[in-house]
């Protein structure tokens, strides 16, 4: 019996660490994706341990009554579902600013035609990590915005491509 249950113990030891998940030293590519928002985001990522990773996204949209700049930066945990996939959870924040013109509709004539925003933002994605330095992804991220024009909440939905060094 004692043998039986070394055996299973080591078995089940195996299998954890075969499943075992590295987090690339470094990512970079884009983020391209639309809540109400930013669009394409040039992204970076940095991993800080084994399970564990810094994403830095700046982004910039030229709408038609507006202008936009973003910065966001997020700590994720990545947990492995089988081979190549992992899902992910991170949270953050960030800033931006905004450009309005001043008759955006709906909104009346601004005084101020810009503003500076704060932001926490969460998120939560699935991604595959290709045998070539290839990662791409599927997140879902709620942001939650304090200013004047950009206030309230928006869910950004994106699809990641990344080069991983």
Do not use: C
Not at 38 to 54: H, K, V
Not at 106 to 120: H, I, Q, W
Not at 133 to 162: K, T
């Amino acid at each position: 019996m004692k043998k039986t249950l070394l055996i299973l113990g080591i078995a089940f030891s195996t299998a954890f660490i075969t499943n075992a998940q590295t987090v690339s030293e470094n990512a970079i590519g884009i983020r391209a994706g639309d809540g109400d928002g930013f669009g394409t985001e040039i992204s970076y990522q940095r991993a800080l341990g084994d399970n564990n990773r810094l994403e830095i996204d700046l982004g910039y949209e030229d709408g038609d009554n507006f202008d936009g700049f973003k910065a966001t930066g997020l700590y994720q945990w990545i947990w492995n579902i089988e081979g190549g996939f992992n899902w992910y959870a991170g949270a953050g924040g960030g800033l931006g600013t905004v450009s309005l013109d001043d008759d955006f509709p709906g909104r009346g004539n601004f005084d101020d035609d810009s503003e500076t925003f704060l932001f926490g933002a969460a998120q939560v994605g699935i991604e595959y990590n290709f045998d070539i330095p290839l990662l791409i992804s599927l997140d879902v991220r709620p942001e939650f915005y304090f200013g004047d024009f950009r206030d309230g909440n928006d869910l950004d939905i994106a699809l990641g491509l990344r080069y991983q060094f």
